[in-house]
Nanobody, 123 residues
């Protein structure tokens, strides 16, 4: 399984970014993709996840109403649309994959990880 993130960058507070996660290597349709973030000196935090076959989603309270996760199964890509960004959203964002319809913020459920993409929100 290979996951490749893209779309990070520098944005002002209140702005938007869309992250992409290109997924390859899953031989079944029953899997989930999660987005996590890690700021310097802090633990990795679950942001959102989606079950690919069922389309069910999960959001951390800190991003509800601002972030939207979606998948384009034809392109094997999962997106994280981030609106109304805040300086506290600054972190390295990772996508990760798990077999089964996993909807959780716990990174231990996810066995495959991308390399991460930096998101910096200036005040």
């Amino acid at each position: 399984v290979q996951l490749v993130e893209s779309g990070g960058g520098l944005v002002q507070a209140g702005g938007s970014l869309t992250l992409s996660c290109a997924v390859s290597g899953f031989t079944v349709d029953d899997y989930a993709i999660g987005w996590f973030r890690q700021a310097p000196g802090k633990e990795r935090q679950g942001v959102s996840c989606i079950s690919i076959s069922g389309g069910h989603t999960f959001y951390a309270d800190s991003v509800k109403g601002r972030f939207t996760i979606s998948s384009d199964n034809a392109k094997n890509t999962v997106y994280l649309q981030m609106n109304s960004l805040k300086p506290e959203d600054t972190a390295v964002y990772y996508c990760a994959g798990s077999f089964g319809q996993v909807l959780t913020s716990d990174p231990l459920w996810f066995s495959s990880w991308g390399q991460g993409t930096q998101v910096t929100v200036s005040s």
